[in-house]
């Protein structure tokens, strides 16, 4: 669905990306995996169109997007939550939705607000709240249930347990399986082992923005001396 190769990204004359190449199948929960700094958000911003590739190729389902402006790589079906998450403070939750709305995708699921209530039920209890009376946890899952209004066939989160309380975390590993159950394929970026464990399928580390390892998840968990070496332990 995805595949990276040989891509190398700058800001101004620093070098971020190394000839980072990997692959995400339809279906699966990929986790890129690094520390503070590693490139994990200048890897999807890549990816999105909110980054200039220096060289490399990007493929969407077929399609080369290195270079493409965001909102024509956003088109084709794929959907970015940042790490920095923005909701629209004025508008309701479902009026947030609402705004994130896009046409059908023939090859993906097709979102309601109705749907995206059942999946995030704590949304569906504050669906007239404005976005500036909800908590950090709740605006997360509001950022990512409007990214799916969208009907993307692949979402791009960055750090989505970040910041989260324990209980959150585990609602939002809820969260990522139900969306694996629908059909959805997924790249996230975590520095939360843990988190990332229970609901990825593939690992990838990446560290000085080169890609350091890549495997099951269970090879990652068997190999303790890439997690000591490239992972917080
Ligand atoms: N806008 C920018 N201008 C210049 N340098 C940047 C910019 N954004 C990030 N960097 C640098 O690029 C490198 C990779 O940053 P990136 O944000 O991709 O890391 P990350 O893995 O997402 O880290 P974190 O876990 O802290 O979010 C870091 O050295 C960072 O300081
Ligand atoms: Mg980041």
Do not use: C
């Not at 709305?101 to 504050?126: G, I, Q, S, V, Y």
């Not at 989505?160 to 590993?173: K, N, R």
């Amino acid at each position: 669905m995805l595949k990276v190769e040989g891509l190398h990204a700058y800001y101004g004359r620093a070098h971020i990306l190394a000839d980072v190449a990997f692959e995400v199948s339809s279906g699966e929960v990929v986790v890129l995996l690094g520390r503070n700094g590693a490139g994990k958000s200048t890897t999807m911003k890549s990816i999105m169109g909110l980054v200039a590739p220096a060289s490399g190729r990007i493929a969407f389902r077929g399609t080369e997007i290195a270079g493409k402006q965001p909102f024509e790589i956003a088109r084709l079906g794929l959907g970015y939550v940042p790490e920095d998450r923005r909701v629209f403070t004025e508008l309701t939750v479902e009026e947030n939705l609402e705004v994130g709305k896009r046409p059908a995708n023939p090859d993906a699921p097709e979102w309601t607000t109705e749907k995206l209530f059942a999946l995030f039920p704590n949304l569906a209890r504050m669906r007239d709240r404005p976005g500036s009376q909800m908590s950090g946890g709740e605006q997360q899952m509001l950022t990512i249930a409007r990214t799916l209004m969208g009907n993307p066939s692949l979402v791009l989160l960055d750090e989505p347990s970040e910041g989260l309380a324990p209980v959150i975390v585990e609602q939002m590993a809820k969260t990522i399986l139900d969306l694996k159950q629908q059909g959805l394929t997924v790249l996230l970026s975590e520095q939360n082992l843990h988190f990332a464990r229970t609901v990825a399928d593939r690992a990838l580390i990446i560290e000085k923005g080169r890609i350091r390892f890549a495997g099951t998840m269970a090879e990652l968990m068997a190999n303790e001396g890439v997690r000591a070496q490239y992972l917080s332990l």
